[in-house]
């Protein structure tokens, strides 16, 4: 853990109250979850089943029950002679199921595919001296007739969508820009107009810094006739993976605005690999353009 981490954890849940809320509302929701909703958060908020219904095939790979080795159902003692298929009916399947259903009824869009009917139908069939495997991963082909194949259109036509996916995810990480910009109006008044007659306008720059280096930013007024920017802090300098914030005075002579409206451009340039233009929208008093 690093050195920030570790005084986050030694300052204690009142040094930082917005974390330690959201921690604490998680674990609570997922204790009320737990404790009320229980198997209906799968069975009606949870989307599996329905994707699952909608992806598989006949030779798709579930959780399936071998209803020609299982059946018939016969309950069985050691001691007796077993008469009926592998399935001794001792329900461990549906006890087990964390959404309650029978796995021996077939494919139900409520199966999770969490596979714990397969573990404690294993251990029955290990204690009873049978083979296991009566509920296995398998498909719906091959418990009717054996038929089992991989190579089938919707293999190749999922496998293309994914790489497409992950390909645009993968290059929209690597063309992402290593900061993030982002232009706000001033707080209180949108403008304020000097003794001198000219317009002043507060904005407020954030700069969010994705890179794992420092930077420091310098903020430029690019290609406004007449106009100034005054900037406390500038350059601004970013920690790696932190945010700031800094205030930006722009003054500008009523002969800029049209409508009560002025257009500038802020450049903002690390000097290294960032660098980006935004435009920013001025306001003044209407009727002030053209020296009235």
Same mark, same amino acid.
């Given at each position: 853990m690093g050195g920030r981490g570790q005084l986050e954890v030694l300052g204690g849940q009142l040094a930082h109250p917005v974390a330690f809320a959201v921690m604490l509302g998680t674990t609570l929701l997922m204790f009320f979850d737990f404790a009320w909703f229980r198997e209906q958060t799968c069975i009606v908020a949870c989307p599996y089943g329905r994707f699952q219904s909608v992806l598989l095939d006949r030779y798709s790979l579930i959780v399936g029950y071998d209803a020609n080795r299982g059946e018939p159902r016969a309950k069985w003692r050691r001691k007796e002679e077993r008469t009926g298929g592998d399935c001794i009916d001792c329900h461990l399947c549906v006890s087990t199921c964390p959404t309650g259903i029978d796995i021996r009824?077939?494919?139900?869009?409520?199966?999770?595919?969490?596979?714990q009917c397969i573990d404690a139908c294993d251990e029955v069939m290990d204690r009873i001296?049978?083979?296991p495997g009566l509920i296995r991963y398998t498909s719906q082909a091959e418990l009717e007739n054996g038929e089992r194949t991989f190579s089938r259109p919707r293999v190749f036509v999922y496998s293309a969508i994914l790489l497409v996916m992950f390909g645009t995810f993968a290059f929209s990480l690597a063309e992402k820009e290593t900061a993030d910009v982002t232009l706000l109006r001033g707080l209180g008044s949108p403008f304020t107009v000097l003794p001198s007659g000219e317009v002043s306008?507060?904005?407020?720059?954030?700069? $969010?810094?994705?890179?794992? +280096?420092?930077?420091?930013?310098?903020?430029?007024?690019?290609?406004?006739?007449?106009?100034?920017?005054?900037?406390?802090?500038?350059?601004?300098?970013?920690?790696a993976g932190e945010t700031e914030m800094t205030s930006a005075f722009?003054?500008?002579?009523?002969? $800029?605005?049209?409508?009560? +409206?002025?257009l500038i451009a802020l450049q903002i340039d690390d000097g290294a690999d960032f660098s980006e233009t935004l435009e920013y929208r001025l306001l003044g008093p209407t009727g002030a353009g053209n020296g009235q």
């Open positions: 009824e077939g494919l139900q869009m409520e199966c999770v595919a969490c596979t001296g049978l083979e306008n507060q904005l407020r720059i954030k700069i $969010a810094n994705r890179s794992p +280096e420092n930077h420091s930013y310098m903020i430029v007024l690019d290609g406004s006739e007449g106009m100034t920017m005054i900037a406390p802090e500038n350059p601004l300098t970013v920690a722009i003054t500008a002579p009523p002969s $800029a605005f049209s409508d009560g +409206e002025a």
